[in-house]
């Protein structure tokens, strides 16, 4: 499960617009992750560095609850034992290590959910497709800073790239796990 830019700073000219669309979304996140962590599915933080280049995610947890929208941020703020990518840009696997990461975990199968769904989301959803993942994009646990935009995003992950969008709640995980599984025994053959 990637879990793009939720820790955020807000500091941007239409961050009130995403705040209202995010707020909608944070709990659907939050109850995802939960699932995830209990079938054992890794949870990793894809996020924006917001200029703080000597930050660890320990100090760019702190800044973000500092600023707007701090308490959809303390809601979802990751835990020990979830993984955390500094992204430069938008997508998740520009200059970043989380192909070696998902590599190392043996992972062919990306659950995708945060902000903003018709910038990051998409474009992390994008690399991904082009490195062969499964996507699956909850339509309920993405947000842009505008409805119509987020829903254009995810008509383009489904169509284009090939993403599940149904919503978080109809998403079988042991279906998920067990199609990644079966995968990995025809790989081996």
């Not at 995403?18 to 109850?31: H, Q, S």
């Not at 320990?58 to 955390?84: I, N």
């Not at 149904?166 to 998403?171: A, I």
Request: charge should be negative.
């Amino acid at each position: 499960m990637l879990i793009i830019d939720v820790i955020n700073d807000f500091k941007f000219e239409e961050a009130p617009l995403l705040l209202k669309t995010f707020a909608r979304i944070t709990d659907k996140i939050k109850d995802l992750k939960i699932r995830c962590k209990e079938k054992g599915i890794p949870v990793i933080y894809v996020n924006d560095n917001f200029g703080q280049w000597q930050s660890d995610k320990q100090k760019l947890v702190e800044y973000c609850s500092k600023q707007a929208g701090s308490h959809l941020v303390k809601t979802l703020k990751p835990e020990d034992d979830d993984y955390f990518v500094v992204k430069p840009k938008h997508s998740g696997f520009f200059s970043t290590p989380l192909s070696s990461l998902l590599n190392e975990l043996g992972v062919e199968t990306l659950i995708l959910c945060g902000v903003a769904g018709n910038i990051c989301v998409l474009f992390t959803a994008n690399d991904a497709y082009m490195r062969d993942y499964s996507l699956y994009t909850p339509s309920d646990c993405i947000a842009s800073n505008i409805d119509e935009d987020n829903e254009r995003a995810l008509l383009l992950m489904e169509k284009t790239l090939s993403a599940t969008t149904s919503p978080s709640e109809e998403l079988d995980l042991s279906a998920i796990i067990g199609k990644t599984k079966e995968n990995k025994q025809r790989t081996i053959y």
